[in-house]
């Protein structure tokens, strides 16, 4: 496993007891307390508490507490989530139109692997781009409001991107992002979100539905692989490496994978995000559907390099040598894919404009 | 400078900093200080750090960081030991780590407590202070009751008392007691810390199960004080207000809240100085 052992230490302990959580049991309390904080800033807690707790692994009293507290947050969550959900069917259910659970909230509410243990900033719900008016419409009747009031964001974001400005509920706080479809419309590829919100599958509640388990993996790797900003890159890649794991167990499963790339115009993104999984989870994808899918060998190596040093969460102030630079480019590239070279410039010299008045504003108490 | 792993009870803390005010605040304030080899496991890995780049030398700022994440802007250097106790309380608050965290005094005889949620302005800090100086009750923390929901045990976190204001010199004339420095326009005005008496500090690892709640008010010119005894359910409605994660923990949090209140007697209290306050608690918390 290439990763992320360039970066602190500790991250590559993270993903050994990931994959094997009984290596749990032969831990120092220091290693404990590096592995809670790569987890943790990974936001990957949960998720080491789900599969620790699922092995029945004998865990000391101290990190015990953050597992276990992690874990019930997670619940927690999850039972917002469907609350959530059912706010959204009764705010958009008059329209009569698709609305598609992407993301966290489809994995709890079709029970899909990466849910258990997930900690959500979210819920993210796809509609056909002609409703999305209609549907915001009905939202903010219903509570939800929008905080970028900025004319540049709004326009960045309505006639750019492929979702309107995020909203928020006034009341319960949470936050909602509403799709036309999953890349921007100035994007290099073009997805047609018809062809997802057709796939789509019922979830529990009625309604609502949430994108079919195949898309949910071709989404979540598309969403790494063109993310400039990786966040939660680890997280993104943990959730990739368990729906490939659960879905694709044949070698028809992943033709099956890879025609539906095709489909919707993402090989090139797929075949990187199959790449990643592999190399840094060991996900078992055959290397044939790699090679077929990610032709452009050039770039292969310039990518891994970056990733190898971005995926790393910044765990300590002492990160891994160059892991600025890489986080860089995956940013640059990451705005190359979202947007034509005039666009982009403009765009990128309007947030270093908007980012050196933030610094040199007066600070607030 | 300080690299000290500490136990602060139900807690291990780690503290790094290159400001030598915090480790004077660790060394002058912390009484019985057990510290911890570099074996052990670490709850909150915490730093206090000076500012970054031309912060550095524009007016030295202190930044607060747990493990690598900067839940705060940074404040004035001069302020860095407030800002440990400030970070180590929202710290306690918002990690998700099983127990009920709320805002309140807890004071014990033996294993009976006393809880006192705390509204601003209510003389919380004072009240709490003249208890564990001058009534002889055990000092559990006077910021943050924290609730294990499986056992209903309050533990102890004695950390130095924060008095803002015209109580630090109330306070700073109660025997035996260690006041720290004083700071000087901080977001709650001015401000100093108090030591938790020794006795306390050495008991920290006893808990002890909630018997009263009290929800005090100070109030100048009322003499001769008041109290009025009320309900379980008022007492629920009022101290959930002064939960940081009750609803966070959802139903484990209501009934961990259910549980503290079933048996305990529930007043408010309203009194005029701190003798009048400390002889309330002691003729209803018996």
Redesign the interface.
């Given at each position: 496993m290439p990763l992320i052992a360039t970066a602190a230490g500790s991250c590559g302990l993270l993903l050994d007891v990931l994959a094997q959580p009984s290596h749990a049991t032969s831990l120092?309390?220091?290693q404990?307390?590096a592995l809670l904080?790569a987890a943790?800033?990974a936001n990957l807690l949960g998720t080491l508490a789900a599969r620790l707790t699922d092995a029945g692994i004998d865990l000391?009293p101290?990190?015990a507490?953050?597992l276990?507290?992690?874990l019930?947050?997670s619940?927690?969550q999850a039972?917002s989530v469907r609350w959530e959900t059912h706010c959204i069917a009764r705010a958009l259910a008059p329209l009569g139109t698709p609305v598609v659970l992407l993301k966290g909230a489809a994995y709890v509410l079709t029970a899909q692997p990466p849910a258990r243990g997930r900690l959500f900033g979210d819920i993210d719900i796809l509609v056909p781009r002609d409703a999305v008016g209609r549907a915001e419409l009905r939202l903010m009747v219903h509570g939800w409001t929008t905080g970028k009031s900025d004319p540049y964001d709004q326009r960045y974001y309505r006639e750019w991107m492929h979702e309107i400005p995020p909203l928020m509920h006034v009341r319960r706080g949470t936050m909602l992002d509403v799709h036309h479809t999953i890349l921007p419309l100035t994007s290099r590829h073009r997805p047609d979100p018809a062809k997802l919100i057709a796939r789509a599958v019922d979830t529990q509640v009625p309604g609502i539905k949430a994108l079919s388990p195949l898309d949910l993996v071709l989404h979540s790797i598309t969403h790494l692989v063109h993310e400039g900003e990786l966040h939660n890159g680890l997280r993104d890649l943990v959730d990739i490496d368990a729906l490939l794991r659960a879905q694709c167990g044949s070698a028809d499963d992943w033709r099956v994978l890879a025609e539906r790339a095709a489909e919707l115009d993402l090989e090139e993104s797929v075949g990187l995000g199959l790449h990643l999984a592999a190399r840094h989870l060991s996900t078992p994808v055959p290397s044939e559907w790699i090679e077929r899918l990610l032709r452009n060998r050039r770039s292969r190596r310039m990518l891994d390099w970056a990733y190898d040093r971005a995926l790393a969460?910044?765990?300590?102030?002492e990160e891994a040598r160059w892991a600025g630079l890489a986080r860089s480019l995956i940013y640059i590239r990451a705005h190359w894919l979202r947007m034509p070279p005039l666009l982009l410039a403009r765009h990128l010299g309007r947030k270093a404009w908007m980012g050196w008045r933030a610094r040199t504003a007066p600070?607030?108490? | 400078m300080i690299d000290l792993a500490f136990r602060l009870p139900p807690f291990?803390v780690r503290v790094r900093s290159d400001f030598s005010s915090v480790a004077d605040h660790v060394a002058d304030l912390y009484p019985a200080l057990q510290r911890l080899d570099?074996?052990?496991?670490?709850?909150f890995?915490i730093r206090i750090l000076r500012g970054k780049g031309h912060r550095r030398w524009l007016g030295q700022q202190a930044r607060f960081l747990l493990?690598?994440?900067e839940p705060f802007?940074p404040l004035p250097g001069s302020q860095a030991p407030a800002l440990l106790e400030w970070g180590l309380n929202w710290s306690i608050a918002a990690?998700?780590?099983?127990y009920l965290v709320l805002h309140a005094a807890v004071l014990a005889r033996g294993t009976d407590a006393v809880v006192m949620p705390g509204f601003p302005g209510a003389g919380k800090s004072t009240l709490c202070a003249s208890l564990a100086f001058l009534g002889g009750w055990r000092l559990l923390s006077d910021e943050l009751a924290i609730l294990d929901p499986g056992t209903l045990a309050l533990h102890p976190n004695p950390r130095p008392i924060s008095v803002k204001n015209e109580s630090i010199d109330i306070v700073g004339r109660f025997p035996g007691a260690a006041v720290g420095p004083v700071y000087h326009d901080t977001?709650k005005g001015r401000l100093s810390h108090l030591a938790p008496p020794r006795e306390s500090a050495l008991a920290a690892e006893e808990t002890a199960r909630c018997r009263w709640i009290v929800f005090p008010s100070f109030q100048r010119d009322d003499e001769h004080g008041w109290h009025e005894e009320i309900s379980r359910a008022e007492a629920f409605a009022l101290i959930s207000e002064q939960s940081f994660n009750k609803e966070?923990?959802?139903e484990?949090g209501f009934h961990a809240l259910c549980g503290m209140l079933d048996g305990a007697r529930c007043f408010q209290i309203g009194y005029g100085s701190t003798a009048a306050g400390l002889e309330l608690i002691d003729r209803l918390c018996r």
């Open positions: 120092t309390p220091p404990w307390t904080a943790r800033a000391p101290a990190p507490r953050h276990w507290g992690a019930h947050l619940l927690r039972d969460p910044a765990v300590e102030s600070a607030t108490p | 291990n570099s074996a052990s496991f670490v709850d890995d493990d690598a994440q802007l990690r998700p780590l099983g977001r966070r923990m959802g484990q």
